[in-house]
């Protein structure tokens, strides 16, 4: 018995949900449900509003997909977590404020 192909698509992300869920419009306005593949998960790749994304759904149930790949949407300043920041995390490494004097 061959397994049933999976139906690929093009979308952008809409909004973000809890627990590695997006809603992802494809084209004509539909809206689908999209969770996070494993491999996407592991290597926490960040999925932000606006990035293009390939989605994958089964041929029964065109409403929940699985995101397989995620290509910059608008072209616009990456989202703050990955921008360089600069500055000292306070707490690591370094002196520590409260030394034991001898």
Aim: charged share 30%.
């Amino acid at each position: 018995m061959a397994k049933e192909e999976k139906v690929v698509l093009e979308g952008t992300i809409v909004d973000i949900l809890p627990d590695g869920q997006y809603k992802v419009e494809i084209e004509g306005g539909h809206q689908i449900l999209g969770y996070t593949s494993g491999k996407m998960r592991r290597f926490n790749i960040r999925i932000v509003v606006g990035d293009t994304v390939t989605i994958e759904t089964s041929p029964y149930d065109l409403n929940r997909g699985r995101i397989t790949f995620r290509d910059s949407g608008t072209g616009g300043p990456p989202p703050p977590s990955t921008q360089g920041g600069g500055g000292r995390r306070p707490g690591r490494g370094g002196r520590s404020r409260s030394r034991r004097r001898r």
